[in-house]
């Protein structure tokens, strides 16, 4: 091969990886985007941040959490998914609630039951029932 072949092949190489790169980056959503996904029950998108190994614990600026969206639906499946991801059953939104707070509160009372044998426990703090 001779050396403008070669010019030509390593420029191929460098612009590939960056359009590889430039793409991944593009793909890249914030965790309120992350959180929509979860509320619109979206189960592409939600498989979608499995595959990509997303924090579990991220939350949108509510303090909303993959866990606490898919505990308000009653999501038994996608919640065991978030929890062996080692998504925090106790992580709290910025009101204090807790998913199995959400499960209840949204009239999800297996969610609440599955949530509970998990180790969710309550607890009251500045007069209000939490999960803890």
Known sequence: MNQASQTRLRITIVLTLLCTVAASIALAQSPADWIKAFQRNDQAEIQRFFDR????????????SPLMIAASHGDIETAK??????????QQDKNGYTPLIWAAVMGKPDMARWLASEGAGLEIREGRLLVN
């Open 53 to 64: 190994r997303e924090d579990p614990n991220m939350a949108n600026e509510k303090g909303y």
């Open 81 to 90: 998914k978030l929890l062996q991801g080692g998504a925090k059953l106790d």
